[in-house]
C-alpha cells in the first residue's frame, strides 16, 4: 500500500475543526473523487483528539441538516445529503466493535459498494481489514489545549 500525505493542518478550537471538516466535505462535493465505489474516510486518533468535532463539521459541509453525534452505541447512523454526487453520508464508529465480521453484518459491504454514498468510520484502525484499498484516511492528534494536529493522508 502506498501513502502520500495531501496535508496537514493544526486548529486552535473545536470549531476550527468543525471548519476544517467543512472545507473537507466543500472539496469532495466540488470535485468528487471518481473510484467506482463509495468514497470511503477512515478516521483515526486518540479518545478526545477531535475525531467527531472534525466528522460534524464534514456532515455540515455535505449539506447534513441533523444533528450528527458518535454512534458509539449503534454504531452506524445514516443521514440523507442532496448534492449532485453523493446521495447518503454513513457514520461509522468502530469503537465498540469486537472484530471487523460486525461491521460486515451491518451490511457495510453493501454501503461500500453503492458510488452515491460517503463514509465517515470512527476508529477505523479497528476494522482496517476490511477497508476498501483506496481510502482517505484522517489522522488527529491532541496536543493540549483545544489544540488538534489534522493530517489528510490518502492510502492506496
Not at 4 to 15: N, P
Not at 93 to 121: C, H, M, Q, S, T
Not at 122 to 140: F, G, M, Y
Amino acid at each position: 500500500m502506498e501513502t502520500t500525505q495531501a496535508v496537514e493542518i493544526i486548529t486552535k478550537s473545536a470549531e476550527e475543526t468543525k471548519k476544517a471538516g467543512v472545507a473537507l466535505a466543500r472539496s469532495l462535493a466540488k470535485e468528487p473523487i471518481k473510484i467506482g465505489r463509495a468514497m470511503v474516510i477512515a478516521f483515526e486518533g486518540d479518545l478526545g483528539a477531535g475525531k467527531t468535532s472534525f466528522i460534524q463539521g464534514f456532515a455540515r459541509g455535505l449539506g447534513v441538516k441533523e444533528s450528527v453525534l458518535s454512534p458509539t452505541f449503534v454504531i452506524q447512523k445514516d443521514f440523507s445529503i442532496a448534492l449532485s454526487r453523493y446521495k447518503n453520508f454513513y457514520h461509522i464508529d468502530a469503537y465498540r466493535l469486537k472484530n471487523p465480521e460486525e461491521l460486515l453484518e451491518l451490511g457495510f459491504e453493501d454501503i461500500i459498494k453503492n458510488p452515491e454514498n460517503i463514509v465517515a468510520i470512527e476508529w477505523a484502525d479497528k476494522v482496517r481489514t476490511i477497508l476498501p484499498r483506496e481510502i482517505l484516511k484522517i489522522e488527529l492528534e491532541n496536543l493540549g489545549a483545544n489544540k488538534r494536529k489534522i493530517a489528510i493522508v490518502t492510502e492506496y
